[in-house]
T-cell receptor, first 114, second 112 residues
Framework: NAGVTQTPKFQVLKTGQSMTLQCAQD?????MYWYRQDPGMGLRLIYY???????DKGEVPNGYNVSRLNKREFSLRLESAAPSQTSVYFC?????????????FGSGTRLTVV | EDKVVQSPLSLVVHEGDTVTLNCSYE??????LLWYKQEKKAPTFLFML????IEKKSGRLSSILDKKELFSILNITATQTGDSAIYLC????????????FGTGTSLTVIP
């Protein structure tokens, strides 16, 4: 039972480089989310996808783009990385109809931008 | 502006102690409050609370919600070193596609 799988687990980028964080879930959930976690700031929502074919901005979308490729996959792209995007990124999924269990999180991607 | 505030920010206790973690919130159209435990990696789900005054319990952990005073507490009795983690509180609003707003967390360290 894989749950939510994120790749890569670690990444170092130079300022201005681009990269895509991948996320896939095998629980047939409709909704998927990207959060970033910074010390003293908690988890902040970047983008979410309530269902396949839809995406919406969260609290901190600037500098990011997302793609809901299909029901399973939701990717996060940094077009031109900046040091302020150094963070731990979590992908999560949930089934809105069954609100008993909240999110299932992936294991995170630790991104450093130098 | 929606706000979720957890206290204390950090806590160090000895094994066997009882701890109470607090989460207060200011969220319009409140739907639910969740508690998560985060060790080294991803947060794992503990409780979801939607109704006031109904205690949720799982082993040594319990939680309760007060929707009038807008807070929740998470109690851990007879703490063990394995309880050392960051405990996150998150709140969702109606009509927001199941978005959750997280507090900054309480870091709990249990020493033998």
């Amino acid at each position: 039972n894989a749950g939510v799988t994120q790749t890569p687990k670690f990444q170092v980028l130079k300022t201005g480089q681009s990269m895509t964080l991948q996320c896939a879930q095998d629980m047939n959930h409709n909704s998927m989310y990207w959060y970033r976690q910074d010390p003293g700031m908690g988890l902040r929502l970047i983008y979410y996808s309530a269902s396949e074919g839809t995406t919406d901005k969260g609290e901190v979308p600037n500098g990011y783009n997302v793609s809901r490729l299909n029901k399973r996959e939701f990717s996060l792209r940094l077009e031109s990385a900046a040091p302020s995007q150094t963070s731990v990124y979590f992908c999560a999924s949930s089934e809105v109809r069954y609100l008993l269990y909240g999110y299932t999180f992936g294991s995170g991607t630790r991104l450093t931008v130098v | 502006e929606d706000k979720v505030v957890q206290s204390p920010l950090s806590l160090v206790v000895h094994e066997g102690d009882t701890v109470t973690l607090n989460c207060s919130y200011e969220v319009t159209n409140f739907r639910s409050l969740l508690w998560y435990k985060q060790e080294k990696k991803a947060p794992t789900f503990l409780f979801m609370l939607t109704s006031s005054g109904i205690e949720k319990k799982s082993g040594r952990l319990s939680s309760i919600l007060d929707k009038k005073e807008l807070f929740s507490i998470l109690n851990i009795t007879a703490t063990q070193t394995g309880d050392s983690a960051i405990y996150l509180c998150a709140v969702s609003r109606l009509g927001t596609g199941n978005q959750f707003y997280f507090g900054t967390g309480t870091s709990l360290t249990v020493i033998p």
